[in-house]
């Protein structure tokens, strides 16, 4: 699926970037909201639909 690789590249390239550590499911996490793919599960329970 591309949104999955393109969610992966840029948590690639958050957790490169980043001056702390920090771990890929994080940076992931932050990649998938950045780009909008966010499954509902993850999202906190105010902002599920």
Do not use: C, N, W, Y
Not at 4 to 31: H, K, M, W, Y
């Amino acid at each position: 699926m591309t949104l999955d690789r393109d969610i992966a590249t840029l948590a690639r390239r958050i957790r490169r970037e980043s001056g702390d550590v920090i771990p890929f499911q994080q940076a992931r996490l932050t990649a998938a909201r950045e780009l909008g793919g966010l499954p509902v599960h993850t999202m906190a329970p105010k902002e599920r639909i």
